[in-house]
């Protein structure tokens, strides 16, 4: 269990508390590509860290972020004009740049100094891999840009997806990183033996931590041998997984790598980012396959509520549990592996108080990652660089998951398959 004091430290994001703080360190994603794929189109309003923001991009194509409200007299910059490389607020004409600078004050005498002064709040911001970057850290420690395998992979090579979470990160990312659950939530097929996940209910779990966070291994026993699943947690909220066997234990056609990346929108909702990620050039993600596995997640183009990323099955309705569903054929009655992971992570309140919590051996890699957390918050308020900033820690790592052979040594089975490719 964590102390109320470690709980909190860990699980409020705003400006100025430990956590937020640490969060602002590292590269954040703050909205998907598409969401802004017109040049000086529609503002787009951005929620992160507890921060309101306004997305748009520039008549160059290039993405800004900036505060939601003008620094004149705090009307809101949605309505704003995006126009000759700028947003024009509406309420009396003052235009920012996307690097917030002050462009223009029509309302102000010609030749004022106050344009000079005056600056909006703005965020650096990349794309990559579909989704547009921003750090919200002080610009003396700026690290270099994100650079996982998966963004280098081509368009047609990858997917990423976004859905709306109704709770804290931090529940949501610890349910990303506990493989034992996969044995019963996401057991959607009852009885059937197919299921790798179905032989073996406690596996055996290994953490080893790296310099960007760690990875961590479990093993089920099956009669083959042993089913070996490799993860990797980067800091400060990413996981990498394969998908080389499914969730109905059968080697997918073709092979996956998979993975979220939980951005906190604020202390009680979370944006979860969900990769697809093709692992050689010969596996390009057809849009059929991909839509096929976006359906079993629960978040297919007909799940959500048209023009948001909530899903229909939420709270609202109990997930559209079906118990006969329940006793006949699955292990939750819920429809959707990422909507039962919903389900349990939104049921436990917007902010779990772990004091109450009794772990097990199935939660190392659960608490491993709070430990992380904890000192890197720590070494981030001496001064120091947290785990995770640079990216030649993690750029060249992937995850695998397959069958090993009865005695048969895991690690070099799976050498080359830890690799990236991209």
């Given at each position: 269990?964590?102390?109320?004091?470690?709980?909190?430290?860990?699980?409020r994001v705003g400006p100025g508390t430990p956590m937020g703080e640490l969060?602002?360190?590292?590269?954040?994603?703050?909205?998907?590509?598409?969401?802004?794929?017109?040049?000086?189109?529609?503002?787009?309003?951005?929620?992160?860290?507890?921060?309101?923001?306004?997305?748009?991009?520039?008549?160059?194509?290039?993405?800004?972020?900036?505060?939601a409200y003008c620094p004149h007299r705090r009307a809101p910059m949605f309505?704003?004009?995006?126009?000759?490389?700028?947003?024009?607020?509406?309420?009396?004409?003052w235009k920012f740049d996307?690097?917030?600078?002050?462009?223009?004050?029509?309302?102000?005498?010609?030749?004022?100094?106050?344009?000079?002064?005056?600056?909006?709040?703005?965020?650096?911001?990349?794309?990559?891999?579909?989704?547009?970057?921003?750090?919200?850290?002080?610009?003396?420690l700026q690290p270099p840009e994100p650079d996982y395998e998966w963004t280098r992979a081509p368009a047609k090579h990858r997917f990423v997806s976004k859905t709306f979470e109704n709770c804290n990160w931090l529940q949501a990312l610890e349910g990303g990183l506990d493989t034992a659950h996969s044995s019963f939530a996401h057991n959607n097929k009852l009885g059937d033996r197919a299921n790798l996940r179905q032989h073996d209910k406690a596996p055996h779990i290994d953490v080893e931590r790296t310099?960007?966070?760690?990875?961590?291994?479990?093993?089920?026993?099956?009669?083959?041998?042993?089913?070996?699943?490799?993860?990797?947690y980067v800091m400060?909220?990413?996981?990498?997984?394969?998908?080389?066997?499914g969730y109905e234990g059968v080697r997918n056609n073709p092979a996956r790598l998979d993975g979220h990346?939980?951005?906190?929108?604020?202390?009680?909702?979370?944006?979860?980012?969900?990769?697809?990620c093709a692992p050689h050039p010969e596996d390009e993600l057809k849009p059929e396959a991909v839509e096929k596995r976006e359906k079993a997640a629960g978040r297919g183009k007909d799940d959500t509520i048209p023009g948001t990323f909530r899903l229909k099955r939420n709270q609202s309705n109990d997930y559209m549990i079906d118990r006969q569903m329940q006793k006949t054929q699955n292990f939750t009655g819920i429809a959707g592996v990422n909507t039962q992971d919903f389900a349990l992570q939104e049921g436990m309140g917007p902010i779990c108080d772990r004091s109450k919590e009794f772990l097990g051996t199935s939660d190392k890699a659960v608490v491993a990652m709070r430990r992380l957390l904890l000192e890197a918050i720590d070494v981030s308020q001496k001064g120091g660089a947290p785990r995770g900033l640079d990216p030649a820690h993690y750029r060249g790592v992937r995850a695998h998951d397959n069958m090993v052979k009865p005695g048969a040594d895991w690690r070099a089975q799976f050498e080359k398959e830890l690799v990236a490719k991209w």
């Open positions: 269990m964590l102390s109320r004091e470690d709980n909190e430290r860990l699980v969060m602002r360190r590292y590269w954040q994603p703050a909205l998907l590509s598409w969401e802004v794929d017109e040049k000086d189109g529609a503002p787009v309003r951005v929620r992160l860290l507890g921060e309101d923001l306004i997305a748009f991009r520039d008549s160059n194509g290039r993405v800004g972020l900036v505060d309505f704003g004009r995006n126009e000759e490389c700028g947003l024009r607020c509406v309420y009396h004409g996307r690097r917030g600078d002050c462009v223009d004050m029509p309302s102000e005498p010609a030749g004022t100094t106050l344009q000079a002064k005056v600056k909006i709040l703005a965020y650096p911001c990349v794309e990559k891999g579909g989704v547009v970057w921003t750090y919200m850290g002080p610009k003396e310099d960007y966070g760690y990875y961590y291994v479990s093993q089920r026993s099956v009669d083959a041998g042993k089913y070996v699943r490799v993860y990797h400060p909220a990413q996981q990498m997984r394969a998908s080389i066997i990346i939980w951005a906190p929108i604020d202390d009680y909702t979370t944006f979860v980012y969900n990769i697809m």
